[in-house]
């Protein structure tokens, strides 16, 4: 699903919501949440493709990874909600990988004729996210909120200090450190997504209000994936965009957790978050330093994400 559509299809979900946002309405008493939270998480990314866009190996299939990359992330969450029914969330995550290790692999015949391990300084992502619900009461104690929202989601992912460990065919010119890798990986999944978030105040109440919340909220996404990558040490290509993956993609995530007042207005929030996403199959166009471009079969695109994490929340009920 292309950008353009993934929105529309976002707006269209979103009309019920919007048609009970009268003026009396909005004229009603505003619940606001704001936090900030720190996280630790964990990633793994790859992608395949089958085919040489230079036409010399046609059964060539080649596969990146990047593994284990750990992190620290920043999380803004922020929460407002009219008249006890109309909800708009948004979400801001970002942070800059600090471990990990990348692999570059290529196969003719089933077998593995190279690879080329390498280090991930300077790698980063960024997370976006916006939605609209309708909040149902269960109860005094039990919030149901169907939601429709958008996502954007960014990897900035980088191979460095590079090592071909593999080269039985001499493809890759002998094994040994690789000088002056900089392969850089720019990859996006962006659309709409809808989903469901459940709360329940599971305490008893003291000052008037309850002292512990647990919270889950799912989420599923459809839209598109892109990938921009420039290959530093390949004359034959040009610079800065040597490489261009697109497919459509689609995505769960998951989140778990649980809020402490320590006022009626401050409460620790802590939980744990959980990403899964995959592509169709799609197309990788590869662009040569001629002005010839060449393509090869996107076969799959696959990430998914963990994250633990605590902060401290802002409520104005």
Same mark, same amino acid.
């Given at each position: 699903?292309?950008?353009?559509?993934?929105?529309?299809?976002?707006?269209?979900?979103?009309?019920?919501?919007?048609?009970?946002?009268?003026?009396?309405?909005?004229?009603?008493?505003?619940?606001?949440?704001?936090?900030?939270?720190?996280?630790?998480?964990?990633?793994?990314?790859?992608?395949?493709?089958?085919?040489?866009?230079?036409?010399?190996?046609?059964?060539?299939?080649?596969?990146?990874?990047?593994?284990?990359?750990?992190?620290?992330?920043?999380?803004?969450?922020?929460?407002?909600?009219?008249?006890?029914?109309?909800?708009?969330?948004?979400?801001?995550?970002?942070?800059?990988?600090?471990?990990?290790?990348?692999?570059?692999?290529?196969?003719?015949?089933?077998?593995?004729?190279?690879?080329?391990?390498?280090?991930?300084?300077?790698?980063?992502?960024? %997370?976006? +996210?916006?939605?609209?619900?309708?909040?149902? &009461? =269960?109860?005094?104690?039990? #919030?149901?909120?169907?939601?429709? !929202?958008?996502?954007?989601?960014?990897?900035?992912?980088?191979?460095?200090?590079?090592?071909?460990?593999?080269?039985?065919?001499?493809?890759?010119?002998?094994?040994?450190?690789?000088?002056?890798?900089?392969?850089?990986?720019?990859?996006?999944?962006?659309?709409?997504?809808?989903?469901?978030?459940?709360?329940? %105040?599971? +305490?008893?109440?003291?000052?008037?209000?309850? &002292? =512990?919340?647990?919270?889950? #909220?799912?989420?599923?996404?459809? !839209?598109?994936?892109?990938?921009?990558?420039?290959?530093?040490?390949?004359?034959?290509?040009?610079?800065?965009?040597?490489?261009?993956?697109?497919?459509?993609?689609?995505?769960?995530?998951?989140?778990?957790?649980?809020?402490?007042?320590?006022?009626?207005?401050?409460?620790?929030?802590?939980?744990?978050?959980?990403?899964?996403?995959?592509?169709?199959?799609?197309?990788?166009?590869?662009?040569?330093?001629?002005?010839?471009?060449?393509?090869?079969?996107?076969?799959?695109?696959?990430?998914?994400?963990?994250?633990?994490?605590?902060?401290?929340?802002?409520?104005?009920?």
């Amino acid at each position: 699903m292309n950008a353009p559509r993934a929105i529309a299809v976002s707006a269209a979900l979103a009309l019920p919501v919007l048609s009970v946002l009268s003026a009396d309405v909005l004229a009603q008493p505003v619940e606001t949440r704001f936090g900030v939270s720190v996280g630790v998480r964990s990633d793994d990314t790859e992608w395949r493709t089958t085919g040489d866009p230079s036409n010399l190996n046609p059964g060539l299939q080649s596969s990146v990874t990047f593994d284990d990359l750990s992190s620290s992330s920043l999380i803004f969450d922020g929460e407002v909600i009219w008249a006890d029914k109309i909800v708009m969330r948004g979400n801001f995550t970002t942070g800059g990988y600090n471990d990990g290790e990348s692999t570059q692999s290529d196969f003719l015949g089933g077998s593995e004729v190279s690879r080329l391990t390498a280090s991930n300084d300077d790698s980063d992502f960024t %997370d976006i +996210s916006v939605a609209l619900g309708y909040q149902f &009461r =269960l109860g005094p104690a039990t #919030r149901v909120v169907p939601m429709v !929202g958008y996502g954007l989601r960014e990897q900035h992912l980088e191979m460095q200090q590079g090592v071909q460990v593999l080269d039985p065919l001499g493809m890759a010119g002998g094994t040994g450190p690789v000088a002056g890798l900089n392969n850089k990986y720019d990859t996006e999944w962006r659309g709409a997504w809808m989903g469901l978030h459940v709360e329940h %105040d599971a +305490s008893e109440r003291v000052n008037g209000a309850r &002292r =512990l919340s647990l919270y889950a #909220r799912g989420e599923y996404h459809f !839209g598109d994936y892109e990938l921009e990558a420039d290959e530093n040490l390949r004359p034959e290509v040009k610079h800065p965009r040597s490489i261009l993956q697109q497919a459509n993609a689609n995505g769960m995530v998951l989140t778990v957790g649980g809020a402490y007042y320590l006022t009626n207005t401050m409460r620790v929030n802590a939980g744990w978050n959980y990403q899964d996403w995959s592509t169709d199959k799609g197309l990788e166009t590869t662009f040569y330093a001629d002005g010839q471009e060449g393509a090869a079969t996107l076969e799959e695109a696959n990430w998914d994400s963990n994250t633990v994490f605590v902060g401290i929340e802002y409520v104005n009920k």
